[in-house]
């Protein structure tokens, strides 16, 4: 089983907390999809036939790809791959692309799992962040889209905003529960560099959210979503039962996976490999055949920091017989240490074979990851 | 003899002496344009991407003028004030020097005190402006302070461009020209002056000499007078674009010596060879025992790498033999080794040199310099590092190195070094006007302030435009407190500072200060204290941190691989290694 990621690196528009770069012109997308057709191509051995279970398009936003974009990416896949018939096919999306007769034609070229980044159901939160979108078109939108036939819904909400009470937060979710969609990721939200919030940080014209009321956001979340059937299966994710993301899932369990695009990432077992991050050089070295990835063999060291940071961020979490039974004595010894010190802090909770993170332990994930990673 | 030229250059960082340098090896036929990588006289991938020789070299260039063909030898010498002393010997080593000035920079204070020194040695002096292809050149003002500085005429100032080529085969007329051949006697015993050395993995040490009399042969046994040792001479020869060995060196040549010397710590810049049968009456004067003036502690971020770091640094005094090193241990940071160093950029360089070519990865603590502690009961000891600083009731006085510095810099910038100067302690000693708008301040200032960060600032508030350059002078009474820093309250020796008492609480303050910022929050909360003795003189609080995640895996795992990389566990804080060089980073 393994997947294939589409990296599409466009915005129409940068919002003020995303970091991501998005000044690339548009205008190049043509010359990026069929570079991204080529890259299919040179790599269509790389998965050694495996079966294709899941395939992504990320971004950026790939919405703003037309719909025989899409239609190309998807044939040459299905042309040079062995893709599964219930193939799980997901698009990132911004609400405000998905008009109807968008959503009917990404249904029919085979697209089944949208992933909306609505990232608030409040009107002044929206309008805050810099959204496009109101509530009431969000409805409307997502009814279309489940009318058409989409039965995969996966909305993006981010709390922790400066001026979002813990009051309206909650009312917020309880909103979106009421849309019916399967799957919801929620994420704190984190003022990067580069961003407008950033700027009105530096300048004293935002005050930044107590970690103690991020926690709040957090747990409301954690409880509303229990109560209405979905699971937290990842640190920021939850779904109903039957549709975690495959996708998301596969890198998780360390599954193969093939990253097309500028910056995109891929997997095959022994190694990781990189495409360059440049969309330009990215176009310009598939074009004249140069080198555009670098590639790095994974040893036993990175093989352990990998499962326990893919592991312990889902409810599964890590298998301390696995651990025992695959690496180096020092390597266990080095993690026995450091469990036995985080069990002390209740950052994890341990059953049996099983370790993964306690709910005080997931809003501390990166320092606790960052606790049993072993660098010699 | 007669149609020997020895020639150094003198020249600031950045005034093009290596681009120029390479046109005269061009023009020379030492080395085709085709097979010129730019700038060859720095072959250390350091010193390239850095721009500065920080070591000399050596060439040979043969060039036919009026039917004769003559023997150029170009000393090559570093360009930084860590590295002084060598430039001293490479010049007593030459009878000429090409002063370069970069015709849109004009003179600074690095090449006045060179240019003095070549002038104490009666060096003939050629002077050059440089980059006359820049649009911003100002051959006129830039001539006057020329002319100001040596007293030359006018017309005597050659105008050149390493670049296009411009003036070049002048330059060549004019050393054949100017430049005395060198004096001295072949038949005289031998007397060579050692004015550099490389180490080579396979041949050990090179010995660059020049020969000032007598003659030397393979074969010969010879002495180097400060070391006392003796040893058999298996090839002599001089420095083309290698080594090219020759039967014998005379009086007047510049080259080479190998005998099978095995650690630059065996040789001395600046030392006597003579013959062993037939020594020389004197020796060579401007002899001195180079010592380290800057000391820091150096660790290796994982303790169980300390075997691998001896290692690198037995290797590292291989070929450079001003680096010392003293095994140390921390209770912060484990085993490690105290190092000596000439200067701050020599510290950088060794640091860099153990990254790179050992992929070293090392803490380095706050550097020092070596003070010397009065005892009541009469003792004299040379401290190191705060750690050895002994208690204070058995301090009688202490005394600190003291240097002179010299600064030329453009007139506008004069109030703001001056704040700078006397906040570091300085006294203005000297104050002369080069030209209406350059100026040369001289200042004596303790050499303890000068190693924190006195050249960034130095930069920064002149805008690139003050040049800088210093000697020791000697000790003096300084009045030192011991500063020790605490982290939830267990103290880090390894950043302990020895600071003058009257800067002591200030300074206390913005350490913690700038470490609250270095130090990333933890899941407790963790106290940093600034104490002298058993007084806390400072506090800060970093809050326990209770959310620390990342929404998306995507570039997570090299994020936490990097993130671990630079942490060093101390106690139950993590500290990112930059930290240890907080006090570097204070403004």
Not at chain 1, 278 to 299: D, P, Q, R, W
Not at chain 2, 155 to 179: F, L, M, P, Q
Not at chain 2, 221 to 247: C, H, I, P, W
Not at chain 2, 533 to 555: N, P, S
């Amino acid at each position: 089983m393994s997947g294939i990621y589409f990296h599409i690196p466009y915005c129409r528009t940068k919002c003020h907390y995303c970091d991501f770069y998005a000044s690339n012109n548009i205008k190049t997308i043509n010359q990026l999809v069929n570079a991204e057709i080529e890259e299919l191509y040179l790599r269509r051995s790389y998965l050694e036939d495996e079966e294709v279970q899941t395939i992504y398009f990320g971004g950026g936003t790939p919405s703003v790809l037309s719909i025989s974009h899409i239609n190309d990416l998807l044939s040459t896949v299905r042309k040079n791959f062995n893709v599964s018939v219930d193939c799980e096919i997901s698009l990132e999306a911004n609400p405000e692309d998905l008009t109807e007769l968008y959503l009917k034609q990404l249904y029919e070229v085979g697209i089944n799992r949208l992933s909306i980044g609505i990232q608030s159901f409040d009107e002044d939160i929206l309008v805050y962040l810099g959204r496009r979108h109101g509530t009431e078109m969000l409805s409307n939108m997502i009814e279309t889209a489940q009318n058409i036939g989409f039965k995969n819904i996966s909305l993006d909400l981010i709390y922790g905003i400066p001026g979002l009470t813990l009051e309206r937060y909650t009312e917020s979710i309880k909103a979106v529960l009421k849309l019916g969609v399967q799957h919801i990721s929620a994420y704190a939200l984190t003022i990067e560099k580069k961003t407008y919030f950033y700027k009105l940080l530096i300048t004293n014209r935002l005050k930044e959210v107590a970690d103690e009321e991020v926690l709040d956001h957090f747990n409301a979340t954690i409880d509303l979503l229990a109560l209405n059937g979905f699971s937290h299966y990842e640190v920021s994710s939850f779904s109903k039962p039957g549709f975690q993301s495959r996708h998301n899932s596969s890198y998780w369990q360390g599954k193969n996976y093939l990253g097309v695009g500028p910056a995109a990432h891929s997997f095959n077992g022994k190694s990781r490999q990189w495409n360059i991050s440049s969309t330009k050089n990215y176009i310009l070295n598939i074009a004249n055949g140069s080198s555009y990835f670098e590639v790095e063999i994974l040893n036993e060291i990175d093989k352990y920091n990998e499962y326990v940071l893919l592991g312990l961020r889902t409810a599964n979490g890590i298998s301390k017989n696995f651990i025992v039974d695959s690496f180096d004595k020092k390597i266990v010894a080095y993690f026995s240490k450091e469990i036995s010190k985080l069990d002390k802090d209740e950052f994890i909770l341990q059953d049996g074979d099983q370790i993964c993170l306690s709910r005080k332990g997931i809003l501390m994930s990166d320092f606790i990851i960052r606790k049993l990673f072993y660098v010699p | 003899m007669k149609n020997i030229r020895n020639f150094c250059i003198i020249a600031h960082i950045d005034h093009g002496k290596s681009t120029l340098a390479d046109r005269l090896l061009e023009v020379t036929q030492t080395i085709s344009g085709r097979d010129m990588q730019a700038q060859v006289l720095d072959d250390m991938e350091l010193e390239k991407e850095r721009g500065i020789t920080i070591k000399s070299h050596a060439i040979q260039m043969d060039h036919i003028q009026d039917g004769i063909k003559y023997r150029l030898n170009l000393i090559d010498t570093p360009g930084h004030v860590d590295f002084s002393y060598e430039v001293s010997r490479s010049i007593a080593a030459c009878e000429g020097a090409l002063l370069i000035i970069d015709a849109t920079q004009g003179i600074q204070a690095q090449t006045i005190s060179n240019l003095y020194l070549a002038i104490e040695h009666d060096l003939e002096i050629i002077p050059i402006l440089n980059k006359m292809d820049l649009p911003n050149a100002n051959p006129e003002l830039v001539e006057d302070q020329i002319i100001e500085l040596i007293g030359c005429k006018r017309d005597t100032i050659i105008r050149a461009s390493g670049k296009t080529g411009e003036g070049i085969d002048e330059i060549i007329s004019r050393i054949i020209s100017d430049v005395p051949s060198p004096a001295g006697d072949p038949e005289a015993p031998l007397q060579g002056l050692i004015f550099d050395s490389v180490y080579n993995q396979f041949r050990g040490v090179i010995a660059y000499v020049k020969i000032v009399n007598g003659t030397v042969r393979k074969g010969d046994v010879v002495k180097f007078v400060a070391t006392e040792k003796q040893y058999n001479v298996d090839e002599v020869g001089v420095l083309k674009m290698g080594l090219d060995s020759r039967e014998s060196l005379s009086a007047g040549d510049v080259g080479y010596i190998i005998s099978n010397i095995k650690t630059a710590r065996e040789i001395r810049v600046g030392d006597t060879v003579t013959n062993v049968k037939q020594p020389c009456s004197n020796v060579i004067s401007g002899f001195e025992e180079v010592k380290p003036m800057v000391f820091a502690g150096v660790y290796p971020i994982d303790s169980d790498d300390y075997e691998d770091l001896r290692a690198a640094m037995e290797k590292l005094q291989l070929n450079d033999a001003s680096l010392t090193y003293t095994l140390e241990s921390s209770a912060a940071l484990g085993f490690g080794f105290r190092c000596g160093f000439l200067g701050l950029l020599h510290m950088e360089i060794i640091q860099e040199r153990l990254d790179r070519e050992f992929d070293m990865n090392v803490i380095t603590t706050v550097p020092n310099v070596s003070y010397l502690i009065h005892t009541r009961a009469g003792e004299t000891v040379e401290v190191y590092n705060p750690a050895g600083m002994p208690d204070g009731s058995m301090i009688d006085l202490i005394e600190e190195p003291y240097i002179r510095a010299q600064i030329i810099t453009r007139s506008e910038y004069i109030g703001a070094i001056m704040t700078l100067c006397l906040d570091k302690r300085g006294m203005l000693t000297k104050q002369d006007y080069l030209t209406a708008e350059r100026a040369e301040l001289t200042f004596d200032l303790p050499l303890g302030e000068i190693v924190f960060d006195f050249y960034d600032k130095l930069k920064s508030i002149s805008k690139g435009y003050a040049s800088f350059d210093y000697h020791i002078t000697g000790y003096r009474p300084a009045k030192l407190a011991k500063l020790d820093i605490l982290l939830n309250s267990e103290p880090v020796d390894a950043l302990s500072t020895l600071i003058h008492a009257d800067n002591a609480y200030n300074f206390g303050r913005r350490m913690c200060e700038k470490l609250k910022e270095l130090i990333p929050r933890q899941q407790y909360d963790v106290a940093i204290q600034a104490a002298i003795g058993a007084k806390i003189i400072a506090r800060e609080t970093i809050k326990a941190v209770r959310k620390d995640v990342t929404a998306k895996c995507r570039k997570l795992l090299d994020k936490q691989k990097k993130g671990k990389k630079k942490m060093k566990q101390i106690g139950n804080v993590e500290v990112p290694q930059k930290a240890f060089l907080a006090v570097l980073k204070l403004d």
